[in-house]
């Protein structure tokens, strides 16, 4: 079946320690993004990318770091530069220019 | 400066009656809204859209009007089921660049009571 999935559902990591999220496609969607949801806080963008081999910044890129190296996956790396990595992490794709992106089922990652 | 703005952060309806959800929005480029649905711990899930060039959208007990002038758009499920109870976020797209992305409210909760 098509669709967007991110793994791993629940991530632990130790404060200063990097950590890289999963997000995988099969839609032959060109456009891949990663948000951040934080209670009373919406949908925040961190970073997306329209094509392979390119990604842009969004509003809350700071801490983070992306790589588009194939069309179907769109990693997020949470470096020990990010103040308050303890959040939801949703990643979602679309077609460029189309309208509706789907989402994965999202990642827990707290710090401890 | 938020871009879409949902005010009400919860919204209590009795199952059967009308569920109203606002949305407002600021940049005039954008032209294509949205609304997802969410429950806790999974992804949103994409509801309706509409297009700036219509006013009105209908998919079954959810309909989506568009009212540009005033920039304000709203959801209406009838009739509300309790298993309609879930966060609403409604998005804004531009046409490309930094404007092809979703912005999202920061969503509404909706209880349907049964």
């Known amino acids: 079946d098509g669709g967007i999935t991110q793994s791993p559902k629940y991530l632990f990591r130790k404060e200063g320690q990097n950590v890289t999220l999963s997000c995988e496609q099969n839609?032959?969607?060109?456009?891949m993004y990663w948000y951040r949801q934080d209670p009373g806080q919406g949908l925040r963008l961190i970073y997306y990318?329209?094509?392979?081999?390119?990604?842009q910044k969004g509003d809350i890129a700071e801490g983070y770091s992306v790589s588009r190296e194939k069309k179907e996956s769109f990693p997020l790396t949470v470096t020990s530069a990010q103040k308050n990595p303890t959040a939801f992490y949703l990643c979602?794709?679309?077609?460029?220019?189309?309208?509706?992106?789907?989402f994965g089922q999202g990642t827990r990652l707290t710090v401890v | 400066d938020q871009q879409v703005k949902q005010n009400s952060p919860s919204l209590s309806v009795q199952e059967g009656r009308i569920s109203i959800l606002n949305c407002d929005y600021t940049?005039?480029?954008?032209?294509?809204f949205l609304w997802y649905k969410k429950y806790p711990a999974e992804g949103p899930t994409f509801l309706i859209s509409?297009?700036?060039?219509?006013d009105k959208n209908e998919d079954g007990r959810f309909t989506v009007f568009l009212n540009k002038s005033a920039k304000h758009l709203s959801l209406h499920i009838v009739p509300s089921q309790p298993g309609d109870s879930a966060v609403y976020f409604c998005?804004?797209?531009?046409?490309?660049?930094?404007?092809?992305?979703?912005?999202f409210g920061k969503g509404t909760k909706l209880s349907v009571k049964p």
């Open positions: 839609l032959n969607h060109d456009a």
């Open positions: 940049n005039s480029m954008f032209d294509y």
């Open positions: 990318s329209q094509i392979v081999n390119d990604f």
């Open positions: 509409i297009s700036s060039i219509k």
């Open positions: 979602a794709s679309s077609m460029v220019m189309n309208t509706e992106a789907f």
């Open positions: 998005a804004a797209k531009g046409d490309g660049g930094s404007q092809g992305n979703l912005i």
